[in-house]
């Protein structure tokens, strides 16, 4: 029996070619509530922009930046893992001597950029979101950063991660930036967290994704299922690939496994 269903948002719940959540996705979801099974957000989005995405669709409970932040449907905290502060201080150092590499920094429910280039508003442009302030890379100090978001590549990989920020990784859905959280954080991370919180056993539980950064999750939970806009990767970690996110992959997958 599956008591508990996470949803990531971009190319799952919400189209990247309407921008939109599909009329027969939002009708599941509220089917799915009626039958007493919780639904969860599972977004590497930080909290305001989740909110942005999913409007006032109802939830349960929501798990953001990739896991580092998990929080009930009426706001209260379950998980914060933010990133070590010595980890700033490199980074702050790293990015004098490269300031043409813009990165985020999520704090709280706030956030800034350290410099805006063709790929910040590429990333902007693709899943319609506004850039956020820019602020000196300094601003990031004494404040509690819950993820960074890193435009670069990933052939600059073990550079920044092996000597700049040690105690992170990197969780990729475009290959343009990187959403970094303080390792161990993931997904799946969150998702036991939030279980935890509710009562619900990992068998019980169900979860739709499209990107990499839900490869641990679809791994992780009882049923992970890829959508049909999926790249191959996602999809091989997948117990089962639906339709795609445009073509109602949500209400199908749910009606295969009898959940409506």
Not at 180 to 189: D, E, F, V
Not at 216 to 232: F, K, Q, S
Request: with cysteine; net charge negative.
């Amino acid at each position: 029996m599956v008591k508990a269903i996470f949803f990531d948002i971009d190319g799952t719940l919400v189209s990247f070619h309407t921008h939109t959540i599909p009329e027969s996705t939002r009708q599941a979801l509220a089917a799915v509530r009626e039958k007493g099974i919780k639904v969860f957000i599972a977004t590497g989005r930080p909290k305001i922009l989740m909110q942005k995405a999913v409007g006032n669709l109802p939830f349960d409970g929501y798990i953001t930046l990739n896991g580092a932040y998990c929080f009930t449907s009426d706001h209260k905290d379950i998980y914060k893992g933010s990133i070590p502060e010595d980890d700033i201080e490199r980074l702050i150092l790293f990015n004098k001597q490269h300031p043409e590499l813009p990165f985020v920094f999520v704090h709280d429910d706030t956030w800034f950029i350290t410099g805006v280039n063709e790929a910040v508003q590429e990333v902007a442009d693709l899943i319609k979101i506004d850039i956020p302030p820019v602020q000196p890379i300094e601003y990031a100090r004494g404040k509690e950063i819950l993820q960074i978001m890193g435009y670069f590549k990933a052939d600059d990989d073990n550079k920044v991660f092996s000597g700049i920020l040690k105690h992170c990784e990197p969780m990729r859905w475009y290959p343009l930036f990187a959403d970094i959280i303080a390792r161990g954080n993931s997904k799946s991370h969150g998702i036991d967290k939030v279980i935890a919180h509710y009562g619900i056993d990992l068998k019980e539980t169900m979860a739709f994704g499209d990107g990499g950064n839900d490869i641990p999750m679809l791994r992780h939970v009882g049923t992970g299922i890829a959508m049909g806009n999926a790249t191959l990767e996602v999809q091989n970690a997948a117990d089962y690939v639906t339709t795609s996110v445009d073509e109602d992959g949500i209400l199908n997958a749910l009606k295969h496994f009898g959940v409506l």
